[in-house]
């Protein structure tokens, strides 16, 4: 019996983490041209690269979404007609957009698919009507909505419905926060967000009108009040796929290699289970829940996906790192006549360490770096990040795995 | 200049009626983010305001999810309000619930970031002739302002004083630290990381919202902004007491000096962006325009250097090596250098004859080049 099966949306910050998503298993992939996206200090597609990695995803059945959510003003509308032309004839499987601006201008001149962003806030079926008629096929609905909400706007509203599913998120309503605007001079709406919502603040009832007593610093109560915890749905899937949700997408463009692959790899493990079995009662779902905890994350929550989110999704921690692995790099090349492995290094190790291969399928296994070699094979005694390394060869590991290491606790 | 105020508990009609004031907001507690008229001070108001020959809209600003929605429509429709001429709106959902009910529509894109005249025209286009009216962004500053007015041929509204709105969620982050014994909270926040101090920050039923630590003045611009073309100016009185409110609704009198009226007021007020926005010229900075490829003949990236040996390039297109007669290299700091390597290398060490997307080459080292380094296939005399 073939079942309804969400599409899986991961993010692409470079043309190299498209390949790792791809190749862990997303069906299809956001990204951002160098302009007219919110995640302005991102890498960011070239035309040449946004080409490369469209015929990448598309040889293996991968889609690609083109990130076009800043809210525009007018200058920003004078190179737009060249660009959506151009996505359009390397075959760019949709735009994400926020301003209706934007969406009357694509309309008028393409025919491209058009998915309305996160940052629009849609919320409700209304609210979905409304886009729709504009021209929208697909609303990535505000994080603020349930999956209940989600599959009722679907319904109601006849259209597709996306979710974030994984990732960071903004403690504002999308588009709805303009701190960076008035504090930083950076428009939040256009890429400028400084992430204020992640200071420490002090707060206090004493009112900070002209003239009013100073408060008593030491009444001041000191938190990360606006800090959001990090969203993970992977308990809640069955109710995604239960609901047909179309797409679930991941947070994170800005984030790393082993972030993308992880991420990938364990949501289409889950969602595959699913399909061949119609449930999640075994052992893997604390298996994937373990390796999402591997990667750097804030605490996670379920945020609003099943009731809306409580004190328990707030992040009272200043920023840490607390990922149980570390990332070692990624495999550029292979060779097993020659006995090694090409690594490209993103920290140090040692020679004698055990390392830990993450396959594109399969459980991650562990190899014994019993030599580290420079490119010139000289044998060294530590690496450096930024450099390539020769490693021995292992059978099973392939171009573009991630090596990871397990951090001492 | 037209005149719109929210209605105020200690407001009388003669104060309404002898202040000029054109239009009168009604902002409750439940349909509004930050309003506090309840039920029974709605229909009070309604009384007032029967003799009142000027415009009466009922602004309903939250953003709602669906489960919501239902609530509210039947509060919203239990409501008497025959005496309400417009509906004033930010969700789309609601805007579309407006437009089904074919109310009058006063579409509020001030926290809606519409900042162009094309997105504003055609969410206009969607409601048909409802839209009697667009209240403006404060974040538009006075060229882009006019720019888009001359284009609507609608009325504008624009905020002439107020708090400046930074922050809504819907989730509840001051009760947590505070307690929850009271429906609407305040609170001011300060932070070491950022410069600015005293952010008032209120949570109510709606949700959690943070303002800016200097309110919204700009009643002494009122010539420039006649000029954009803006013909009503709203006074946000909702965090002011009765008599302040009464001497800022003197703001088009001659006698209003508005540096005294600065003084008298609770916090320090500042434009804005009225003058100038200039918060996409940091763009520029955050990105690193000189490690960013140019297309044209890009072979690839410096993945690795090792000195006095090899320069290993990760080639990001298809190549073979009677191609590569000369590269020319762009360091991340911008240098240029131009190279003719005479040997090319497989990553096996081998003679390298042909590769695409992801494969490494190396070249024989050349000094003052660094990882990130753009390679390009220079052609110019070969
Ligand atoms: S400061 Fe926080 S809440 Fe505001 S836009 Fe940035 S991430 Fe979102």
Redesign the interface.
């Known amino acids: 019996m073939s079942r309804f099966m969400p599409e899986l949306l991961a993010p692409a910050g470079s043309l190299d983490k498209l390949i790792v998503a791809v190749l862990y298993g997303a069906d299809a992939v956001y990204l951002g041209g160098q302009k007219f996206g919110l995640r302005q200090a991102a890498e960011n597609f070239t035309r040449e690269e946004l080409k490369e990695g469209v015929d990448f995803a598309h040889q293996h059945n991968s889609k690609v979404f083109v990130v076009l959510n800043s809210y525009f003003h007018q200058k920003d509308f004078d190179s737009l007609k060249d660009f959506l032309l151009y996505i359009e004839s390397i075959k760019v499987d949709a735009v994400i957009v926020s301003d209706p601006g934007v969406i009357q201008f694509i309309s008028e001149h393409t025919n491209l698919e058009i998915h309305l962003s996160t940052q629009a806030s849609c919320l409700n079926v209304r609210a979905a009507k409304l886009w729709k008629s504009l021209g929208v096929t697909r609303v990535v609905l505000g994080r603020e909505a349930s999956i209940e909400d989600a599959a009722r706007i679907k319904k109601e509203a006849g259209l597709e419905v996306e979710m974030f599913v994984h990732g960071s998120m903004c403690m504002a309503y999308s588009g709805h926060c303009v701190i960076s605007n008035y504090t930083q001079g950076r428009d939040s709406n256009r890429g400028g967000c400084a992430h204020s919502c992640r200071f420490e603040y002090s707060l206090s009832k004493d009112s900070a009108d002209k003239g009013k007593d100073k408060e008593d610093l030491e009444k001041r109560k000191h938190s990360f009040f606006m800090s959001s915890k990090d969203l993970e749905g992977i308990r809640v899937l069955d109710k995604f796929i239960e609901s047909e949700i179309d797409s679930l997408k991941v947070e994170g463009r800005m984030k790393s290699h082993l972030y993308a692959g992880t991420i990938s790899k364990v949501y289409r493990e889950a969602l595959d289970y699913y399909e061949e079995n119609g449930h999640f009662l075994s052992d893997n779902m604390s298996n994937w829940e373990s390796e999402l905890r591997k990667i750097t994350h804030r605490a996670y929550t379920e945020a609003s996906l099943i009731s809306p989110a409580d004190d328990s999704s707030i992040y009272d921690e200043r920023e840490h790192e607390d990922g149980l692995y570390t990332s070692i790099g990624s495999i550029r090349e292979v060779s097993k006549s020659h006995g090694f492995m090409l690594l490209e290094v993103k920290s140090y190790f040692h020679p004698g360490e055990i390392l830990e291969v993450l396959p594109f399928k399969g459980v991650p296994f562990e190899i014994e770096v019993t030599f580290v070699k420079s490119v010139s094979d000289k044998n060294l005694e530590k690496t450096k990040p930024g450099t390539l390394v020769k490693i021995p060869y292992y059978e099973g590991v392939e171009r573009f795995n991630l090596v990871r290491r397990r951090n001492l606790q | 200049m037209k005149k719109v105020i929210y209605f105020d508990k200690e407001m009388s009609i003669e104060d309404i009626k002898s202040l000029g004031i054109n239009e009168v907001i009604l902002s409750t507690s439940y349909f509004s983010r930050f309003g506090k008229l309840s039920k029974n001070d709605l229909d009070n108001a309604l009384n007032i305001l029967n003799d009142f020959s000027g415009i009466v809209s009922f602004e309903w600003d939250v ?5 919501l ?1 239902d609530e509210m429509i039947h509060q919203f429709e239990s409501l008497d309000l025959k005496r309400v001429d417009a509906l004033r709106v930010l ?7 407006a ?2 009910k074919n109310w009058d529509i006063f579409l509020m894109l001030d ?13 206009i286009g ?1 409601g048909k002739d409802l839209v009697k009216k667009i209240v403006v962004s404060i ?1 538009l500053d006075q060229l ?1 302002l006019k ?2 007015i001359d284009q609507l041929n609608i009325d504008t509204e624009y905020l002439g004083y107020g708090r ?11 009760t ?3 307690g929850n014994e009271d429906k609407w ?17 209120v949570e109510n039923i709606h949700g ?1 919202f ?1 303002f ?2 200097k309110d919204h003045f700009v009643l002494e611009f009122l010539d420039d902004i006649n000029d954009i073309g803006i013909n009503e100016i709203r006074i946000d009185n909702r965090f002011l007491s009765h008599e302040l409110t009464k001497e800022l609704l003197k703001f088009d009198d001659k006698e209003f000096n508005p540096k005294d009226v600065k003084s008298a ?4 007020v500042i434009r ?2 009225f003058h100038k ?7 520029k900075k ?2 690193n325009y000189r490690i ?4 044209k003949d ?1 072979l690839g990236q410096v ?2 250097v ?1 000195k006095d ?2 320069i ?1 390039i ?1 080639l ?2 298809e190549v073979d090596a009677n191609s590569i007669r000369k590269v020319l290299l762009v360091t991340p700091e911008g240098k240029e250098k131009s190279a003719t390597p005479h040997q090319i290398k497989d ?2 060490g081998d003679d390298f004859v042909n590769g695409g ?4 080459i ?1 070249i024989p080292h050349i000094s003052g080049i660094s ?1 990130k380094t753009n390679v390009y296939l220079d052609i110019s005399n070969t």
Do not use: W
Request: proline letters at 9%; glycine letters at 6%; one cysteine or more.
């Open positions: 953003l709602v999810r669906d489960s929605f969700d789309p959902g609601v805007y579309q619930y437009i089904e926290s809606g970031p519409f900042h162009n005249p094309l997105a504003i025209k055609s969410f969607l974040e882009e720019e888009i400046i709105l930074l922050f809504y969620t819907p989730r509840n982050l001051v947590p630290l505070f909270i305040e609170v001011s926040a300060n932070s070491e990381e950022s410069p600015h101090k005293g952010f008032p920050v959690t943070m800016n630590p007021l609770p916090r320090n804005g962006f926005n200039k918060s996409d010229a940091l763009f955050l990105k960013m490829r140019q297309d890009y993945i690795e090792e040996h090899h290993g990760y990001r297109n990553f096996c997307y992801g494969d490494i190396f990882v």
